[in-house]
Every structure is written in C-alpha cells, then in structure tokens.
C-alpha cells in the first residue's frame, strides 16, 4: 500500500517555525510507523531527526504523537492509521529537531520523586521479604518504561511545565505501597507541593496514552489518598 507520511519538522538551526514536510512511502499493512521513518531516513531523506533503540516497546525511547495520539512508533501498525499517517514530536518539551525533545525536565522531575528504595533501617542477614499480596500492591507501576507518553498528553503539563506529570507520580507509587521502602514522606515533599499530585484534573489521557495499559489516572488518585491519611 502506499501511504503518505506527514512529518512535522523542525530546525532551529534554520527554521523560523515548524513545517509540514509530505512523503509517500511504499508499506505493508504490518509494517510499524517506526518502520516507515526509518525508510524515509534512509531512502529519501537522511536529515530526519528521532529516536528509538529497541524497536520492541521496552526502551521507551520513540514515542510521538501519531495522528493525533500519544504512541510508541515502534508498537504502532500502519493497518490501524490507514494510509494518511501524521507524525509530530511529543507536546509540552522543547524540540530539539524534528521528533527530537529535550527529555531533561521529564528526568528532572522523575528524580525529584527520589525513584529509589530509601530505608534506613539495619539490613537483614538476606533480602528484605515480601509477600506476593505486598508485591502485588505496587506491580501496575513498575511497568513503566519513562516514555513520557502520560505526562505529554497532560493538559496541565502543556500549560504548567513545572508540573511533575503522571509519569513521576507513578514511579512515586512504585515506592510509596513498597512494604520495604521507608521514604514516603520524603516524597511527600514534592508531591504535596503546587506543582505536585494536586495539580491532576484527572483528565485521563494520561490512561488512554499509556502504551503499558497502566491505570495511570488510579494510581495517582491513590498517591493523592495516601498523602491526605498521612496527614490526618
């Protein structure tokens, strides 16, 4: 089938503003949208910018607005697009070129919700155990793969880029219902902030972008929960 591939590019080396660029390219139905940038790169046009690295899901490294939804190019088939496909960078992060964004405030605020085990507490001769009902409590967020999926389809975050976003709050809930963390309040800190869990309208994008099927939206009602029973 052939399908025309809509591309917005953008250079700042060059480019006063981004521009739509066209390309036709020749593609089967089970072919990913990941597959077609790569023909495009190299057949037809070797300036186009983006990344990947797995090309499996994992990595979480290609995700892009894909005809006007949040989606990993990797995971995406030309046979659910049709064959008018457009392809813009993520939203509410700053474009390096092309589908290329400056992922640092995403990482800033990952880092901000201290994504680590924090206990103090004397080792155990072995490991520290837990039951499979505790593990269970946090499984949904250890899925995530940091793609920023969640947190660019947010309308808060487009308007308010100091918001921590959805990705962040659920690596908070990874540790925060972790049996052996100690450091929820620590994390409070920042998720009590202005620019915190607070901030949520509960939209759910977040949920519909999630290329993982994680209850992004739940997760973050749940860390809003926890936070109110700590004070109280």
């Known amino acids: 089938m052939q399908v025309i591939l809509k591309i917005l590019r953008f250079d700042p080396a060059k480019d006063p503003k981004p521009r739509w660029q066209t390309y036709q390219v020749e593609a089967e139905p089970t072919d990913r949208v990941l597959d077609l940038l790569h023909k495009v790169k190299w057949e037809q046009d070797g300036t186009l910018a983006f990344r990947r690295s797995c090309g499996h899901g994992i990595c979480g490294s290609d995700a892009m607005l894909i005809n006007g939804r949040n989606r990993l ?4 088939l030309v046979k659910d697009l049709g064959n008018v496909i457009t392809v813009e960078p993520i939203r509410g992060l700053p474009v390096e070129k092309d589908l ?16 680590f085990l924090i206990n103090d507490e004397p080792p155990p001769q072995r490991e520290r155990l837990q039951s499979p009902e505790e593990r269970e409590r946090f499984d949904q967020g250890t899925k995530c793969i940091l793609c920023a999926s969640c947190t660019t389809s947010c309308p808060v975050f487009w308007v308010n880029g100091t918001y921590l976003g959805p990705a962040a709050i ?5 540790f925060i219902f972790d049996s052996r963390d100690r450091g929820k309040r620590e994390r409070f800190k920042a998720l009590g902030s202005g620019s915190g869990v607070w901030r949520c309208r509960t939209a759910y994008n977040c949920t519909e972008a999630c290329p993982r099927e994680i209850p992004v939206t739940q997760l973050i009602e749940e860390v809003k929960r926890e936070i109110l029973f700590d004070r109280f």
């Open 170 to 174: 659920v690596q908070a809930h990874r």
């Open 100 to 115: 290329i964004v400056d992922m640092e405030p995403f990482f800033a605020a990952y880092r901000a919700v201290k994504p």
């Open 73 to 76: 190019a990797c995971k995406t």
